[in-house]
T-cell receptor
């Protein structure tokens, strides 16, 4: 089955700096890659996603890039703000496997004011 | 989102007790999932269901059982709770045939003493 690895496990940046979180996946057939943000004590919420027919997607300060050849995808947050502090999860979906999504272990991002 | 509701929010139970966690949704989604979240391990799939009476094991189903008696409800049971089942449990839903991310419930924090 699919295996998703996420790095780093913790990331600390100064407010205004950029943050990058990287994930790799094992199944070349995976075709959907969402990112979730989980604030302290709250549920994970979808913040951006990308499909395998697209190399990059941007939504305001966040962007996701996908390299299908290398089987990795990344989350980029620019001009970070303290409210970006949270745990971020990547995931990969296999189209032929009914158990759907596999998640990375998460990255705890801290943005220092 | 109030559209995926989990009860209880918090629960402390004793080793060996049977406990049920409930999930209900108003999104009209066919697919429902139970995940377990542990620090450093991300979200791991316990069971999932694609329709009423459809039940499928996930990565870590041992020690758990589920019931899907109605489209809107998916319950998770621990027949005989043990301390290493202490975790944060999330229910999630998704729509059949649509490649969207999941909508998560608010979570149940379970402590087994």
């Amino acid at each position: 089955g699919e295996n998703v690895e996420q790095h780093p496990s913790t990331l600390s940046v100064q407010e205004g700096d950029s943050a990058v979180i990287k994930c790799t996946y094992s199944d070349s057939a995976s075709n959907y890659f969402p990112w979730y943000k989980q604030e302290l004590g709250k549920r994970p919420q979808l913040i951006i996603d990308i499909r395998s027919n697209v190399g990059e997607k941007k939504d305001q300060r966040i962007a996701v890039t996908l390299n299908k050849t290398a089987k990795h995808f990344s989350l980029h947050i620019t001009e970070t703000q303290p409210e970006d502090s949270a745990v971020y999860f990547c995931a990969a979906k296999e189209p032929h496997n009914n158990n759907d999504m596999r998640f990375g272990a998460g990255t705890r991002l801290t943005v220092k004011p | 989102d109030a559209d995926v509701t989990q009860t209880p929010r918090n629960r402390i139970t004793k080793t060996g007790k049977r406990i049920m966690l409930e999930c209900s949704q108003t999104k009209g989604h066919d697919r429902m999932y139970w995940y377990r979240q542990d620090p450093g391990l991300g979200l791991r799939l316990i069971y999932y269901s694609f329709d009423v009476k459809d039940i499928n094991k996930g990565e870590i189903s041992d020690g758990y059982s589920v019931s899907r008696q109605a489209q809107a409800k998916f319950s998770l049971s621990l027949e005989s709770a043990i301390p290493n089942q202490t975790a944060l449990y999330f229910c999630a839903t998704s729509d059949r045939g649509v490649v969207y991310g999941y909508t998560f419930g608010s979570g149940t924090r379970l402590t087994v003493v």
